[in-house]
């Protein structure tokens, strides 16, 4: 959210972040009920498209930011293929968002702006036919895609995809809810924090982070407790300076933290956490929710919690490679 107001002027992006690429892998690759995928930092993400475009009954849509005319086309070109596409924008970035909610109105897309009653709709999550979402770090913005670290997990679960399609369907009709976590979700402004610290508190050798934002003090403190009871606690941060007291107190716990800045041309945009990374206690994390009070308790978000070996190889690999490229606090 915080690159609104700290472009990356005059970098040359194919040339800042070719060290950076990690491999994709595909949704197909696996009959498992869940597969994750890194965004690809080019110029578009066909593996969102080929989603889209998979969709024959339903597709419901809660994007932050949607500035991507080729998701626009394909959100279009499934309605008038007769899915029923349904899509949330945020209302506080109608400049961002005009031009897509324009496009998909006057298409016929049941289109609406998002519920004043959370101070941001940060969510981003796609769902096709009432039994497939796909939960994301970033949002459907293709000036970002070539510089920006993010995630998207799909999610097959039908508990959570009903858990999904029942709080869409209040949001779109911005009626309340309190909703449920299926197996695997955790939600904001309900439930994110504890689970967060859940994921955290309950790492016994390793704890991985990597986010945009780091401000809460509950999950700060939480994550610099790990490392004083011996956990091996790694950071990637955007931009450290702005959260210099932050790192201050993971860093005396033992924390290592390294970190970007808008002028390298490579942007961490991506919110996820990897817990015991390869044992039977793993567990990871990704989704919408920055870890600043606003976010866990006043903004729509979405995330989701797995064991699978799959999702948490795929973000770890790409962890590692982001770890290994910042510049120690």
Same mark, same amino acid.
């Given at each position: 959210?915080?690159?609104? $107001?700290?472009?990356?002027?005059? =970098? ?8 950076? $690429? ?26 969102? !498209?080929?989603? =889209? ?14 500035? @991507? #005319? ?17 899509? =949330? ?5 109608? &400049? ?5 909610? $324009?496009?998909? &109105?006057a298409a016929g897309v049941g289109v609406v702006y998002s519920s004043p ?14 039994? &497939? ?11 970002? !895609? ?19 399609? &029942?709080?869409?369907?209040?949001? !779109? ?20 924090? %504890? ?12 704890? %991985? ?6 401000? %809460?003090? @509950?999950?700060? %403190? ?9 956990? #091996? ?7 450290? +300076?702005?959260? +210099? ?6 860093? @005396? ?26 044992? +039977? ?39 590692? +490679? ?8």
């Amino acid at each position: 959210m915080l690159r609104a $107001s700290i472009r990356r002027a005059g =970098i040359a992006a194919a040339t800042c972040v070719t060290a950076f $690429s990690v491999a994709t892998v595909p949704a197909s690759a696996s009959a498992d009920p869940y597969s994750a995928f890194v965004f690809n930092l080019g110029t578009s993400q066909p593996t969102i !498209y080929s989603f =889209i475009n998979s969709a024959t009954s339903t597709l419901d849509m809660t994007m932050y930011e949607l500035s @991507d #005319t080729t998701a626009v086309n394909d959100l279009i070109a499934r309605e008038q293929a007769g899915v029923k596409v349904r899509v =949330i924008l945020d209302r506080e970035e109608t &400049k961002t968002n005009a031009a897509a909610y $324009s496009a998909l &109105k006057a298409a016929g897309v049941g289109v609406v702006y998002s519920s004043p009653a959370f101070v941001y709709t940060h969510q981003k999550t796609i769902t096709v036919n009432d039994d &497939k979402s796909l939960v994301l770090t970033g949002n459907l913005t293709s000036e970002y !895609y070539p510089t920006s670290r993010d995630y998207g997990v799909f999610d097959n679960d039908q508990t959570d995809v009903a858990a999904i399609e &029942k709080v869409f369907a209040a949001d !779109y009709a911005h009626s309340s809810i309190t909703p449920s976590d299926g197996d695997n979700l955790l939600w904001s402004p309900t439930t994110a924090e %504890d689970q967060l610290l859940s994921v955290i508190n309950g790492a016994t050798t390793t704890l %991985d982070v990597e986010e945009e934002e780091f401000s %809460d003090s @509950d999950v700060v %403190d939480a994550i610099a407790n790990a490392a004083e009871n011996g956990v #091996t606690v790694r950071v990637v941060l955007e931009d450290p +300076s702005d959260y +210099s007291s932050e790192v201050q107190e993971v860093e @005396d716990a033992g924390a290592t933290v390294v970190g970007y800045s808008s002028t390298t041309g490579f942007y961490i945009h991506a919110k996820a956490i990897v817990a015991d990374y390869g044992l +039977s206690t793993q567990n990871v994390e990704a989704g919408s929710m920055n870890m600043t009070s606003n976010s866990l308790g006043s903004n729509r978000e979405l995330g989701i919690i797995l064991n699978d070996s799959g999702v948490a190889s795929t973000i770890e690999n790409a962890f590692n +490679s982001d770890y290994a490229g910042g510049t120690p606090a």
